[in-house]
């Protein structure tokens, strides 16, 4: 049952060094596509090796399943990359999620794309449950990460030096499950798995039910 991953990013390079002791999980960068690969141990791999294996069809597709907290609370999730960078949500409405103040997140109409939040996205390995997809959700250029609390109440803003390289127990406030169906995107929180990241109570970003309604997000990538 234990499990380990180690990485070590060579901007040169561009080689990751990740050492499984039994799988990993790859998800392409749209977060479409879920899929696992056996891995050797040691085995080194470069940012090709995974775009190969994201776009290749022959591989096992995962199809997203529920897990209980008590399973959830014992998990090891370990950093593995950034994903996603300098991205925009946008929730059911259309509105954009904006900073309210220093420590919440709103929901917003905006003409001016200067004031939506800028996020990015790092990829996570668990070390039970290689289904899903954990990530962590930091305003890009900072150090601020979103932090899931109760129902209904608004999703905090804390700040870290850094991002974590390994999350457990009651830090997995920091992590969601990044789940898409077509152009949605879902956020599902890892400490809460019946709550999603969503925009309601005069459009503050909190944690709710899955109504979809409220917990759509479309993902608005960087154009730049």
């Known amino acids: 049952m234990d499990q380990s991953v180690s990485l070590s990013i ?5 080689t990751s060094k990740l050492t499984f002791k039994q799988s990993m999980v790859v998800v392409s960068t749209n977060g479409k596509v879920l899929k696992k690969r056996r891995l ?6 470069t940012d090709n090796n995974l775009e190969a294996i994201a ?17 959830l609370s014992n998990v090891k999730y370990n950093f593995i990359r950034i994903i996603k960078h300098e991205f925009i949500l946008n929730d059911a409405l259309n509105q ?3 900073r ?22 790092g990829a996570y390995a668990s070390s039970k449950d290689d289904t899903k997809v ?7 250029k900072t150090q601020l990460y979103l932090s899931a609390q109760d129902e209904d109440q608004p999703v905090l803003l804390k700040e870290m030096p850094e991002i974590p390289k390994t999350i457990t127990g009651s830090e997995t406030n920091f992590l969601f ?17 019946n709550l999603f990241i969503a925009t309601k109570h005069d ?3 909190c944690l709710a039910k899955g109504l979809p309604s409220i917990t759509d997000f479309q993902i608005v990538e960087n154009q730049a």
């Not at 776009?55 to 399973?71: L, M």
């Not at 879902?186 to 809460?192: I, K, L, P, Q, R």
């Open 55 to 71: 776009n290749n069809s022959e591989e096992e597709i995962i199809k997203p399943r529920s897990a209980p907290f008590s399973f």
């Open 134 to 140: 954990p990530v962590i959700l930091r305003i890009s």
């Open 177 to 193: 499950f990044w789940e898409t169906h077509g152009t949605k995107n879902y956020f599902v929180s890892v400490a809460h798995p």
């Open 203 to 205: 459009n503050w970003v």
């Open 96 to 98: 954009t999620i904006i």
């Open 10 to 14: 060579y901007e040169i390079s561009k």
């Open 100 to 121: 309210a103040n220093d420590q919440y997140l709103t929901a917003a109409t905006i003409h001016n794309l200067d004031e939506a939040v800028k996020f990015d996205m």
């Open 40 to 45: 050797s141990l040691s085995q080194s791999i």
